[in-house]
């Protein structure tokens, strides 16, 4: 009684404190986004916690259940889904294909431990210590084996992409989240299957019910499962990749219909995920990792791509979190420890698998506590399998709110984690970088065909998602000369579907200094 007593009186000091005029319009909406957006890491970085948190918190103070200023189900929603694809899609766009290889055992093999173990232990514990049924044990744990990369932008900000730690953790978070996927569509079968047959008035008020009061993430599959994953599988990895490259070629020339064009893909292999009751979020992850060669990773568009992620999708998405977060729920003690008891099998679970793999792999320790910590985060899977089990009335409730309450802790746990052991990574200074990282291409004209001789540097690129850089020294006087050769070097690339900047470096007659003329795609 006491819960109920306080959420009505934050409801009433909400609407006493919300301006009732603008409350769920577009501009009012979208500007109070942008004011969480700003500050929010800002506030959070004075007070030495990671800015994360601080989106979290704001949208936890700005939504229905604080303030009310930021309606549930809105623009902050919609764009919030949109930056966990997003997300996903950078992590494929920039996974170093190369380091995985030379990596993969210890990646499958994490992948794998990362799932069994933490599904294992919540199955044995609420099958035996709650008395739960099977079915239901096996999604709550699907639930907290799978991961989101929440914490992905802290590896990118400290320049871990290409670190083995972090190329398992992704690996890892693909393979939980298709396992449990996968249970949960057994799952769902199943029980669809057992409760057909009872059809009688308390059923179909009880379906009624849930029906209005439960939306799932995903539709109803139209293909089964079996048939939708290969079906992703070959045109995000096969299909994409071709129709990318001769977009590239005929049609996508400029950097702003190539960057729409990423976005299309990734909205593609989202859709197609959705085919067979798969998280889009999947579907992203491979859209990105079939375009992931074609998208040079130093390059001007994937910074157009990774400027727009960090400006606005990704912290939109960790906005529409903290929409989630009810504080009357933390009064509740049964919630509240439900929701601890959901943490421990995630953290447990992930760390123990971390700690296997490193022993077996010999990872150090803080690539071990990188590896563990990023994998800590929950979010879209977790809410699409506790929705579906909500809806089919394998548990209450209580699970639902619970589940909430374990994704925000997950989520502070994944960014302080993920930032302490990945500043405690050495960086080697010495390391080579690969050959098709970045070649500087001396295009003077010496007789030499342009296109024959950048195709052979863009080839060079390709396998490792470099960027060609043409260049020419111009002589004082000839800069004009200098700038339409590199012009049609960047042309001749561009027509090639590579990506490309155009330097030309002059020497000034009278002054030890240089002047330096970009040419490049628009």
Same mark, same amino acid.
């Given at each position: ?57 704001? $949208? ?6 604080? *303030?009310?200023? =930021?309606? !549930?189900?809105? *623009? ?59 079915? !239901? ?33 992704? &690996?890892?978070?693909?393979?939980? +989240? ?6 949960? !569509? ?21 379906? @009624? ?5 439960? @939306? ?17 599988? !070959? ?18 020339? &400029? ?11 990734? &909205? ?10 798969? @998280?889009? %979020? ?6 990105? =990792? ?58 447990? $679970?992930?760390?123990?698998?971390? #700690? ?20 800590? $985060?929950?979010?879209?899977?977790? *809410? ?46 010495? @390391? #080579? ?45 000839? %800069? ?18 590579? +990506? ?23």
């Amino acid at each position: 009684m006491k819960v109920v007593d306080r959420a009505a009186r934050m409801a009433l000091w909400a609407n006493a404190w919300g301006p009732p005029v603008l409350i769920g319009s577009v501009e009012a909406t979208f500007l109070i986004l942008l004011v969480v957006v700003i500050f929010g890491p800002v506030i959070a970085e004075r007070l030495r916690i990671p800015g994360i948190v601080g989106l979290i918190f704001g $949208g936890a103070l700005f939504g229905p259940y604080v *303030l009310g200023w =930021l309606p !549930a189900d809105d *623009l902050v929603t919609a764009l919030g889904a949109i930056g966990i694809l997003y997300l996903m899609f950078l992590a494929g766009a920039t996974f170093d294909i190369q380091a995985f290889n030379e990596n993969r055992r210890s990646a499958i093999a994490y992948g794998l431990l990362g799932f069994i173990i933490p599904f294992t232990l919540s199955l044995l514990v609420v099958v035996f210590a709650f008395d739960v049924g099977l079915l !239901a044990g096996a999604l709550i744990g699907a639930m907290w084996a799978s991961n989101t990369l929440v914490a992905y932008p802290e590896v990118q900000a400290a320049g871990l992409q290409k670190n083995r730690a972090v190329s398992a953790a992704v &690996s890892a978070g693909v393979v939980a +989240d298709l396992l449990s996927l996968t249970v949960l !569509a057994v799952a769902t079968a199943t029980a669809v299957i057992e409760l057909e047959p009872l059809d009688n008035m308390f059923v179909r008020a009880a379906n @009624e019910f849930v029906q209005g009061q439960i @939306e799932p993430t995903t539709p109803d599959p139209k293909l089964p499962i079996w048939l939708a994953l290969p079906l992703l599988a !070959a045109f995000c990895l096969w299909l994409l990749p071709k129709i990318t490259r001769r977009f590239f070629v005929t049609v996508g020339r &400029s950097r702003m219909q190539r960057f729409v064009f990423a976005l299309a893909g990734m &909205s593609a292999g989202a859709t197609i995920a959705l085919l067979g009751g798969v @998280e889009g %979020l999947i579907g992203a992850f491979l859209a990105g =990792l079939g375009m992931n060669r074609l998208i040079p990773t130093s390059g001007p568009l994937m910074e157009r791509l990774e400027f727009v992620g960090a400006a606005i999708f990704v912290p939109t998405f960790l906005v529409s979190i903290g929409l989630n977060i009810d504080p009357a729920l933390l009064v509740d003690r049964n919630t509240l420890l439900l929701g601890l008891l959901f943490t421990s099998f995630v953290v447990v $679970g992930k760390t123990v698998a971390a #700690v296997v793999t490193s022993r077996l792999f010999g990872f150090s320790l803080a690539e071990t506590g990188v590896m563990a910590s990023l994998s800590f $985060g929950q979010a879209a899977s977790t *809410l699409a399998i506790a929705q579906v089990g909500l809806s089919l009335g394998m548990f209450e409730q209580i699970v639902v709110n619970a589940s909430v309450i374990a994704i925000v802790i997950t989520a502070l746990l994944t960014s302080y984690g993920t930032r302490y052991f990945a500043s405690r990574i050495p960086r080697d200074v010495n @390391e #080579v970088p690969p050959v098709g990282s970045t070649v500087m291409v001396d295009v003077r004209d010496q007789g030499s065909d342009i296109d024959s001789f950048v195709a052979l540097a863009g080839a060079l690129t390709r396998k490792d998602a470099g960027l060609v850089i043409p260049y020419l020294v111009a002589e004082p006087g000839a %800069l004009e000369v200098s700038n339409a050769r590199i012009a049609a070097s960047v042309d001749a690339l561009v027509g090639q579907g590579y +990506d490309a900047d155009g330097v030309v470096p002059t020497l000034h007659p009278f002054r030890d200094a240089r002047h330096v003329a970009r040419a490049s795609q628009q």
